[in-house]
């Protein structure tokens, strides 16, 4: 590339430098580096970036922009999911269009300069679930408190040991001394 001699009029309106950062921006997400556009438009190197910026342009780092010149065909569906991803797809939508997984879908969004929404938060279980989930916790506590031992809980119920302990815990309930689980162990087998 030819260096241009620094030509910028000395005055010029916001709706110029608007323009202006507009096309920068465009050529900055089409690939080009912060030095080919000063070359090329003849503005110094912070005020490229100046405009970059004021534009709403996300910067890349230098390792981002080797890797969209190393492989056009990688650079194109990085755009093409920065896009989509702009337009409201999810990181899952994009994941099933692109066939890579998340991990390397996100990488592609990062280099093609997007910014990442925050992760959803996991929705709470509707008022029915919670309800039935409640009254598991009931049944457990009773049952817990009438002798039963966790793994019998735990086989009446489908669930690991470890999930009966946590409800029978979220419940309130007073676990028992291991004597006191040997005693009722005893009691369950003499029956």
Do not use: C, F, W
């Not at 241009?4 to 110029?16: F, Y």
């Not at 598991?136 to 489908?158: C, H």
């Amino acid at each position: 590339m030819t260096s241009k001699p620094r030509t910028t009029p000395a005055t010029t309106t916001a709706a110029q430098r608007h323009k202006q950062a507009l096309r920068l921006r465009a050529a900055y997400d089409a690939g080009a580096t912060v030095a080919e556009l000063a070359s090329d438009s003849g503005l110094p190197y912070g005020t490229v970036i100046n405009r970059l910026r004021a534009a709403g342009t996300v910067m890349r780092t230098p390792q981002q922009t080797r890797r969209l010149r190393a492989d056009p065909q990688r650079r194109r569906l990085a755009a093409d999911l920065r896009a989509r991803y702009e337009d409201g797809a999810t990181v899952a939508t994009l994941v099933k269009i692109a066939g890579r997984s998340a991990r390397t879908v996100r990488r592609l969004l990062h280099e093609a300069g997007a910014t990442l929404r925050p992760a959803r938060r996991r929705q709470l279980p509707a008022p029915e679930a919670a309800a039935a989930r409640e009254q598991l916790k009931r049944d457990l506590r009773a049952n817990y408190d009438a002798g039963d031992s966790i793994q019998v809980l735990a086989q009446a119920t489908r669930l690991s040991t470890r999930t009966v302990h946590r409800l029978l815990r979220e419940a309130g309930t007073t676990m028992r001394s291991p004597s006191q689980h040997s005693r009722a162990r005893r009691a369950e087998l003499s029956l």
